[in-house]
Nanobody, 121 residues
Framework: QVRLVESGGGLVQPGGSLRLSCAAS????????MGWYRQAPGKQRELVAA???????NYANSVKGRFTISRDNAKNTVYLQMNSLKPEDTAGYYC???????????????WGQGTQVTVSS
């Protein structure tokens, strides 16, 4: 079994910064890609950013230039540095990873429990 645990959410004023972390643990052969999604009340969950083990990244247009995703492959941990935060960034942020538990097994998608980010003055 694979477990993803997020941390780092909270309340921040507009223009402020937060850094989210997500650590994957369990029987992991590989986990690729890893990413962050968010879901605001009444809205669908949307991709924020994703990163492969080789470092290729993908960002939602709404966060380009403000958010940076990175990962530590040795620790199976992904980070999301969020700068210049706006009220519209307020949402539950969820970590996601496609993990294989054996070299010969297919990948299964896992989700973290989520961490709340609130941007408000």
């Amino acid at each position: 079994q694979v477990r993803l645990v997020e941390s780092g959410g909270g309340l921040v004023q507009p223009g402020g910064s937060l850094r989210l972390s997500c650590a994957a643990s369990g029987s992991i052969f590989s986990i690729n890609p890893m990413g962050w999604y968010r879901q605001a009340p009444g809205k669908q969950r949307e991709l924020v950013a994703a990163i492969t083990s080789g470092g290729s990244t993908n960002y939602a247009n709404s966060v380009k230039g403000r958010f940076t995703i990175s990962r530590d492959n040795a620790k199976n941990t992904v980070y999301l540095q969020m700068n210049s935060l706006k009220p519209e960034d307020t949402a539950g942020y969820y970590c996601n990873g496609n993990a294989r538990t054996r070299s010969y097994s297919g990948a299964t998608t896992y989700w973290g429990q989520g961490t709340q980010v609130t941007v408000s003055s």
